[in-house]
């Protein structure tokens, strides 16, 4: 008989099993600095509880570095010193903690409504010692506002197409401050024809940047918007 977490009634659930660990780029030193023991950590939460949780593919274990991690800490060129940061939708933490573990001073918010991913992001905040806070529930929901106030940047990564995506995060973004959003080369090359629609939604100077030119392979590109003051 089993109590529906992995082993007999009235035993505690085992340490789920960490899949072979990629090989650590040789960027990720000059990236994390002292930070990279937080970083390898949170690898290692990925490779493992992330993968039970079915937050990460099994396939994508051996490039959790390049395609995940790195690819996350490249959005750190677009956002200033000390910002007030909210990863929205941030399911396994992504962009939101490789960015934080990278750049000590922001402060981070992690905005995710799906219980097994909050459980994940908020046991990832207590391995790694750190004083991010974690939300449940979805970025346009007037109680998450309220949690989380107006912040300087708003940050994304393949959560919506950028018109909705712009209508869940307003309310969090106060005058002046920026949307930062990772996507990939198809949703970039429509950015232009978007413009007028994110314009009349109260954003301006909306253009794709690309970031992360040192970081080889993990290079990328976001798209940055500022909300107007009216």
Do not use: C
């Amino acid at each position: 008989m089993t109590d529906g977490v992995g082993g007999p009634a009235g035993e505690l659930p085992v340490e789920p099993p960490t899949a072979a660990l990629p090989m650590e780029p040789p960027t990720a030193a000059g990236v994390f600095g002292d930070q990279l023991a937080g970083a390898r950590r949170y690898v290692e939460l990925l490779a493992g509880e992330g993968v039970v949780r079915g937050l990460i593919g099994p396939r994508e274990v051996p490039r959790l570095w390049e395609r995940h991690v790195l690819n996350s800490v490249a959005v750190a060129e677009a956002v200033p010193h000390g910002a007030r940061v909210v990863d929205v939708g941030s399911g396994a933490g992504l962009p939101g903690i490789p960015l934080a573990l990278a750049r000590p001073d922001l402060a981070l918010t992690l905005v995710e409504p799906m219980a097994r991913r909050v459980e994940f992001l908020t046991h990832v905040v207590e391995e790694l010692g750190t004083d991010w806070s974690v939300v449940r529930g979805r970025a346009e929901e007037r109680s998450v506002v309220r949690a989380v106030g107006q912040v300087d940047v708003v940050t994304a990564r393949a959560v919506a197409p950028l018109p909705r995506l712009v209508g869940w995060v307003r309310g969090m973004l106060r005058p002046g401050a920026q949307l930062v959003a990772l996507v990939g080369a198809k949703a970039a090359a429509e950015v232009p024809d978007l413009v007028p629609e994110l314009t009349a939604a109260g954003m301006r100077d909306v253009h794709v940047r690309p970031v992360g030119a040192d970081l080889g392979e993990a290079a990328t590109q976001v798209v940055v918007m500022t909300r107007t003051g009216r």
